[in-house]
């Protein structure tokens, strides 16, 4: 029986109270429909299926394959020779196996056009913890990262909650597609001045979330002409370097920096994490990497407060030094990913539903804006009940992810079967023909 406790007033920190966690936004209200009612194959064919989540499990069957014929990789060994040497080990720089192990795989997803060096990476329980972590390095509280719209809802939580620091949208719109131009960075940077805000540095998604596209290389050249005209920093969070569809496809920052002999780079620094590319979201593996020497010092003082274990350092070392293990990984997942995009682009096609073209991540931007009632947040967020509370579909909507235009959705498509999928599909090709009939 559980113990009811009186809680009194008692006073709190102004983080502790603040709402700047942004757990009232509908990208997270979904979630807690799909708990509260999850959709099951076999046991609850009516429940929510959950599409707000980007997680890739089309490729976990070649992790359990690897870990079924390298039972070393999870294990010590008999007598566990090496039991001891981990359990005691304590390095925040993290065990050297694995953070050459992790430039190396860094350096095969962007196909060696781009080298890392392992004394330079930073490890950090996840990407959430990497992104706080070098805010908290590059800003004050009531400083300001200027971040191209839309954008992952939950930055507001990592760069914003703990920090302190404002962000400060960099408006996009669909007649680019999305793409960050000159004229938008400027004038978010002068948005920030005109708030009395210091601008610290930009942040760029690559491939971006909620977009699932890449970032042409001028667009890139463009928004490091900027930081270094601003003289100020640019983080490039690349957690999704490895879903792009084809290697050729994504142009990292590093592969930028390599072509101008490194000029400048001090102020660049790249995020990566193994949650979407090896879908190890539970494992929470992210890295830092920084060209500037003092960041990289006081990110690695820093991360002893989010450290990984070094059972899951040992784990991932023996699997990403295993180059017949990665390549084939690598190539097989693009392709189901790609298989996979192609199939939800094509579905919902077939209904009359556009989205952005996309060629990478595990999601695709819908646009929705013909079955708006009125082209508002509101007219948004009405339509989201729907889908999420009738058509039993989280999806999240293009405002959780501050989108200036109204009726853009990301609709995850890998953390579920290819059989749940087409029910998905179907229930959306089922919802727009009922709001076909309503209208006539």
């Not at 997680?55 to 394959?65: A, I, P, R, T």
Request: with cysteine; hydrophobic share 35%; aromatic share 10%.
């Amino acid at each position: 029986m559980a113990i009811e406790i009186e809680q009194h007033s008692v006073g709190l920190s102004k983080i502790a109270v603040s709402e700047a966690h942004g757990e009232d936004s509908p990208y997270f209200a979904g979630w807690k429909a799909y708990d509260e009612n999850p959709y099951d194959e076999s046991n609850n064919q009516s429940g929510v299926i959950q599409m707000g989540l980007a997680e890739n499990q089309v490729s976990f069957d070649l992790l359990e394959k690897y870990l079924e014929e390298h039972s070393e990789a999870s294990s010590w060994g008999k007598g566990a020779p090496g039991f001891r040497e981990n359990a005691l080990f304590q390095d925040y720089h993290g065990l050297k196996s694995f953070r050459q192990a992790m430039a190396n795989f860094m350096e095969q997803i962007r196909g060696g056009r781009a080298k890392f060096n392992p004394d330079r990476i930073v490890l950090t329980a996840g990407a959430t913890a990497a992104n706080e972590l070098l805010t908290f390095i590059l800003a004050d509280p009531g400083d300001a990262l200027l971040v191209p719209t839309p954008y992952y809802p939950g930055f507001d939580r990592d760069l914003r909650w703990r920090t302190g620091v404002k962000i400060v949208p960099i408006h996009c719109d669909g007649s680019n597609n999305f793409q960050v131009t000159p004229q938008a960075l400027e004038a978010a940077y002068q948005s920030a001045e005109s708030m009395n805000l210091k601008v610290r540095g930009v942040l760029i998604t690559n491939p971006s979330n909620p977009l699932g596209a890449t970032i042409q290389r001028s667009v890139l050249e463009e928004i490091l002409d900027f930081a270094t005209r601003k003289n100020i920093h640019l983080v490039s969070d690349e957690i999704y370097s490895g879903s792009t569809f084809s290697s050729s496809e994504f142009i990292s920052i590093a592969e930028i920096l390599e072509a101008h002999d490194y000029k400048n780079c001090e102020r660049v620094h790249i995020v990566y994490s193994l949650s979407k590319d090896l879908g190890l979201p539970g494992f929470r593996v992210g890295t830092i990497y920084s060209y500037n020497d003092k960041v990289v010092t006081t990110a690695r003082r820093m991360s002893s407060f989010t450290l990984i274990s070094s059972q899951t350092q040992h784990l991932l070392a023996c699997m990403l030094s295993n180059k017949e293990f990665t390549e084939n990984y690598i190539k097989t997942n693009r392709e189901r990913l790609s298989k996979r995009y192609d199939m939800i682009i094509k579905g919902l096609k077939k209904t009359g539903i556009e989205c952005l073209k996309g060629n990478a991540g595990l999601f695709c931007w819908m646009n929705l804006s013909p079955l708006l009632e009125e082209p508002t947040r509101e007219g948004e967020l009405a339509l989201w009940k729907i889908i999420l509370n009738e058509v039993r579909l989280n999806i999240s909507p293009g405002s959780s992810c501050h989108c200036s235009e109204r009726g853009w959705f990301r609709v995850c498509f890998a953390n579920m079967s290819e059989q749940t999928l087409g029910v998905a599909l179907e229930r959306i090709h089922k919802f727009t023909e009922q709001r076909k009939r309503n209208e006539t």
